[in-house]
Structures are given as C-alpha cells and as structure tokens.
C-alpha cells in the first residue's frame, strides 16, 4: 500500500521544484512548444538621464529581430522581443533581468549601456546560466563566462584616442567623466598611456552621474589650459557641460573636447552650436562608406524616418541580434551554451566592416576612428584605422590583479556601488 505524505511535505517539494524551475534556462521552457516564438530580452534606459542614448539602441535591436522575423524567423520560430526599462538606475537593471529570466525566460538580453548598469546585470546572468551580449564600448577589466562583449575594449577606442590627440591636437591633457566605474577606469588606463607617451596631465576630474552642475569642473578645465580634454561625460550631463565650455570661452579652437561617448544620436538631443569643431572617437560613423553600411543606413531610416541618424552604439546594438541570430541558426538550436560556444566562433559584415569574436576573451576584433562635429550635426570622419584590431581587456600596463585591485577600492570606497553615490559640493 503507498504511503501518504503529509500536506507539509508536498507544500515543500513544490516550492523546491518552483525555486529550482526559475533557475533553469530559457530553453528549457520551450519544450514541447516547437512553433511558440522565442523570447529575447531587450534591457535599456527607456527614461531617466541615460535615455538620451539607450531608446536608439532598443531602435536598434527591434530592427534587426524585425529582419529576422521577415525571413521567417530562427529555426521556423519567430522572435518575440520583451523589453525592460533599466529607469537609468543600477538597482532597477539588476531587478529587470531577474524578471526577464525567470518570469519571461528569454533566451538571450541584449542590454545595459553603463558598466555600473553591467556590473550590477552580470552577477544576475552568472547566477542563472544565462547569456548577455553587451554592445557598448567600455573599460575592459571583466570577462565574464556569460556575456559576450560586442563593443570596444579600451586598446580598441581610448587608447587610440589619446595617441591620436597627443599626435594632432596637443600633449597636455585634461580627463573629464561622469562619475561611476567606467570614466574612472578608461581615465585610469589612459593615464598609464599618457606617461607612457611623454604627456602631460594637467587635470582630472568627475561629474555626478545625470548632473547639470558643471560650472566647477569648467573653470578647472579653464584655469589648467589643456591643448585637448578627453570625455567620458555620458547622457544628459553633456547638454551643460559643453554649453558651459562655449560660455567660459572654451571652444573647440581654444579647447577641443575629444568624446568617447557622444555620437550621431546623441548630437540631435545636444547644442549642436556648442560642440562645432569638437571631436568624437568611436569603432563606427555613419559616414562609413561600405556597402554594409549603406544597406544598415538605409533599413534604419526606412524604419524609423528619414531624419534619424545611426552611430557607434545603434549599428553595435543591431549587429549584435544579428551575430547571436547567425550562432542560433549555426548552432541549430537555442539552448545557451551551445549558442555561447558558436558565438565565439562567428565573423560577420558589419556596417563597419569584419567584426569577429575573439574566442579567447569573448570580446570582437573592432576598428576605430576619429571624427569632426560639424554644425549640421554631421560627424565627419578625419582619422582611421580600416581594420579591426584585436580586443586586449586587460591593458597590460598593470597586472589583472593590479586592475582589479583598482576596481575594488572603488566599489568600497562608494560603500558597495558601481557609481558614486554623493553628489561633490
């Protein structure tokens, strides 16, 4: 005769099986279900002081999953994108992505702009066997085993920027940043590469993360009389920051401003009149001339309007659903790990040519170029490297544990955040 377990028991074996169903993948849930679409996250900034730059990478994404699904999917399946709205706020992309796994049980997000926003996602996705593609340049220093690294590492982006101002613009640098992970990381590698190269540093300084209050580190920048000032500042902060400059008499003739986070969308939210002549370093410009491109330019404008403009982080956002597209069809299924695995193998025509990722560090090969703000808030290209360049996370001029010692002082020091969370008087 079988026994009967008491009620007790059965309550605790179903919240067992629950907690343990969360944690599985995505894939799992699909079983059984061959025609249902397949779920993919799209996590970003849809308000708050980062939105300036994120909704055009959500335009992004959604384009080429509608791309996909117009060729009849993957795998016989459509896509069906689930986006999350991150506030521009560290704790909400942490709680977003555990909803997109566990509620949603996406495949795969595309997500995140700030590495604040990254660091607080990543222990998210490792927590859940998950998968990430982060298309956005960034400070390097993380390797993951779940995300893919689509943007630029900073031998790919910073670093030439600074050898290119020092090379046409001057050799005493002034370092401007919002103040959270990545400008403090990318200032503290391309300070190893000013010494390096004979420069000088003639200031450094941060900017509270979505503030207007830049008078300060204007008149800093001021007083020190940099020949170029290398930029970090990111979102709404740049509106003030360079009109500030043009009202300190700071222009792009007395002290241009080369930006590692300003492109062609975000020119159309800024004072275009105070950024003229002003500089912007990315792996991509819309006025790339490559038939790739000019078919991305176009699918984007036909889409979302022929005003709308393209940039580094829009053509990322799209090239990265096509990548992870092409692992899923190679790879034959959707299931994490062996789309991880192909992933790592694949090489794709990009708007900006051959992107590949590098099986080693998870990052892609990119190239890099320099471009000139004009007054019709066209970024003209001036400098270029027409070949990708091999992603080095890890800037050797500092051991990994030297750099990670580094990140650790500053998590500590903003009592366990990725940004700082008091405002300088």
């Not at 699904?69 to 986006?83: D, E, H, S, V, W």
């Not at 920048?221 to 043009?246: E, H, R």
């Not at 544990?401 to 969370?421: S, V």
Request: aromatic fraction near 10%; charged fraction near 20%.
């Amino acid at each position: 005769m079988a026994l009967k377990a008491p009620r007790s028991v059965w309550k605790g074996l179903i919240a067992v099986a629950l907690v343990a169903a969360a944690a599985l993948p995505a894939t799992m849930f699909l079983m059984g279900s061959e025609n249902a679409p397949i779920k993919v996250g799209i996590l970003h900034s849809r308000s708050g002081p980062m939105a300036i730059s994120e909704n055009s990478m959500v335009d992004a994404e959604l384009l080429a999953i509608e791309e996909i699904n117009a060729r009849g999917g993957l795998l016989g399946r459509k896509i069906q994108p689930i986006i999350a709205d991150g506030k521009s706020d560290w704790p909400t992309f942490a709680k977003e992505a555990e909803r997109l796994i566990t509620e949603e049980h996406v495949s795969v997000i595309f997500g995140c702009w700030t590495s604040a926003s990254r660091k607080t996602v990543a222990p998210i996705i490792e927590k859940y066997g998950q998968l990430m593609v982060y298309p956005m340049a960034y400070e390097g220093l993380e390797q993951s085993p779940n995300i893919i690294y689509t943007g630029a590492a900073p031998n790919q982006q910073v670093i030439p920027a600074i050898k290119w101002s020092l090379d046409h613009l001057g050799k005493r640098i002034y370092l401007i940043g919002s103040d959270y992970v990545w400008p403090h990381s990318i200032n503290e590698i391309m300070k190893d590469t000013i010494r390096a190269l004979g420069a000088d540093l003639v200031g450094e300084d941060y900017i509270f993360f979505g503030s207007a209050n830049v008078s300060r580190a204007v008149q800093k920048i001021k007083l020190a009389q940099p020949d170029v000032i290398i930029s970090s500042v990111v979102g709404d902060s740049n509106k003030a920051f360079y009109q500030a400059l043009t009202d300190a008499g700071l222009a792009a003739d007395k002290a241009p401003v080369v930006s590692v986070s300003i492109g062609e969308e975000e020119l159309r939210s800024l004072p275009i009149a105070s950024l003229q002549g002003h500089y912007s370093a990315w792996s991509y410009f819309e006025a790339i001339k490559k038939p790739a491109n000019e078919r991305f330019i176009r699918a984007f404008r036909e889409r979302y309007g022929v005003n709308r403009v393209t940039g580094d982080v829009i053509a990322t956002s799209y090239f990265s659903v096509t990548l992870w597209a092409k692992a899923v069809e190679e790879a034959q299924s959707f299931d994490v790990q062996r789309v991880k695995r192909t992933m790592l193998t694949e090489t794709l025509d990009a708007p900006e040519g051959l992107v590949s990722v590098d099986p080693y560090t998870q990052h892609t090969w990119r190239s890099f170029s320099v471009g000139k703000i004009r007054t019709d808030g066209v970024i003209e290209l001036v400098w270029t490297i027409d070949r990708p360049i091999r992603p080095v996370p890890y800037p050797p001029t500092r051991t990994k544990a030297e750099w990670e010692e580094f990140l650790t002082a500053l998590y500590t020091r903003w009592g366990g955040r990725w940004a700082n969370p008091v405002e300088a008087d």
